[in-house]
Every structure is written in C-alpha cells, then in structure tokens.
C-alpha cells in the first residue's frame, strides 16, 4: 500500500519515499504526495530524483487496477529505479494548486446550484459540474455572484472521517449521482466549508475560501432534458 500523504497535507510539495514496484506499468513507492486520478480530479505531475541524480518527469499518478498502491507514470524513455531504492519526489505545484482553488471552488458552485450533481472534471484553472435542473436554467451572472461573495468569507476548509456506517445513515451528505464516495477502508473522508458546506470527498483542497481568488462562470449549457453544465474559471 501507499500512503496519502496529500490526504492529511495537500500542501506539501516534497517528500522522500521507497520504491517498492518499477515496471512499464509505473513507479510504487510506499508513501506519496502525488494524488492519484479520481473523482473528476486529474493525477498530479512532477519529478522523481534518483539515488544516482537522474531525474524522471512523472507525467500522470493513478491508483494500480487492484488498488494496492499508487502508480506514478514517468515519461517514457528515462531510466527507472530499483525496488529499495530511496526517492525524492517534487510535486507541479502551481499546477496543484490551481486544481484545489477549482476543487474547492465546485464544492461551493454545489451550494449555489443545491441539485443532483450528475458529473463534473477538474481542470488546470477550470472546472464543472453537470446538474439535474428540472425547471428555468439558472442566470449566469447570479450564480457567478453568488459564488464570489461565498468565496470571499474566507471560510476555513477542513476534513475529518466518519465510518462507511455513519455516512450510509445520512445519504444527504452525498450530493454527486454517478460519482460515489471513495470506500474500502471502512471509513470515509468529509470535507467541510465551515458554514457552508460537507461532504464526502477524497481530492485536495485550499485551507481557506479565500486563497481560491475571483471566479468567473464561463458557460451554462444544455445537455439533455433536465442536466445543464455549468463551467467555471480563475478569473
């Protein structure tokens, strides 16, 4: 297994770690800052530092099919280390931190749009989420307002666990249809905007609302009967 260290700490940028698996399918090391692909949220990029200098471009983290560890999938071409062979691995922070302003950012567009939430993506600096809205699409320039003035309480962000138990006895906290929240271990991460908003989510968030910055709603668009797609941005 490998450790999430991005789980408890979404701020760290560096950290050393053992390899423990390196084929072409990817690099397993026993704990890591680098998130893996889920949930809408991308893998994170970055580096890995050899014992011997050379440096690898890890270019996309995803979880192994058994969900055993974590894979980091470096470029191809460079070479690769050996199991028990200590490693330092730097994270593509702003590009990081663009995606947890977004993340956080739809956790509030949640609270703005309080439907179904039937899809969504995080990208680098944008994002969206797909709605069930029965009736009139919401008004473009209202939501995006909306959305500022939440961002600007400057809400702290945290996160604490409750038993797979406790979250089946309050379904209400799982706002996404096609997106369940991540199990397996027998307890279940929430995410909380102090006054705002909670629930079950595994990416990686800013500390405050605060740190997310202006917000621009880039479209609001039509993809079914009732499903409407709203894009946002860094403004």
């Known amino acids: 297994m490998t450790e999430p260290l991005f789980r408890e700490d979404a701020y760290l940028t560096t950290c050393e770690a053992t390899v423990t698996v390196a084929d072409e399918a990817g690099i397993v090391v026993d704990r890591t800052i680098f998130y893996a692909q889920g949930g809408g949220q991308p893998g994170d990029r970055g580096s890995m530092r050899l014992p011997g200098g050379a440096t690898l471009r890890i270019a996309d983290t995803v979880y192994a099919p058994d969900r055993s560890g ?58 969206r989420l797909d709605f069930d809205i029965p009736d009139t699409p919401p008004d473009r320039a209202a939501v995006e307002a909306r959305l500022n003035a939440l961002a600007e309480q400057d809400a702290p962000v945290s996160f604490r666990w409750i038993t797979d138990e406790e979250l089946d006895a309050n379904p209400g906290l799982v706002k996404t249809m096609s997106v369940k929240p991540p199990r397996g271990t027998g307890r279940v991460r929430l995410v909380e905007i102090a006054g705002i908003d909670l629930q079950p989510c595994g990416g990686t968030h800013v500390a405050r609302t605060g740190e997310i910055g202006r917000l621009a709603v880039t479209g609001i668009e039509n993809k079914g009967k009732q499903n409407r797609r709203v894009r946002i941005a860094l403004a």
Do not use: N
């Open 70 to 127: 974590i894979l980091h999938r470096p470029e191809p071409g460079g070479p690769l280390p050996a199991p028990g062979d200590r490693v330092t691995l730097e994270l593509d922070w702003p590009l990081r931190e663009k995606r947890m302003r977004i993340h956080t950012a739809l956790h509030l567009l949640s609270v703005v749009l309080p439907y179904p939430v039937t899809g969504g993506s995080i990208g680098e600096g944008e994002g």
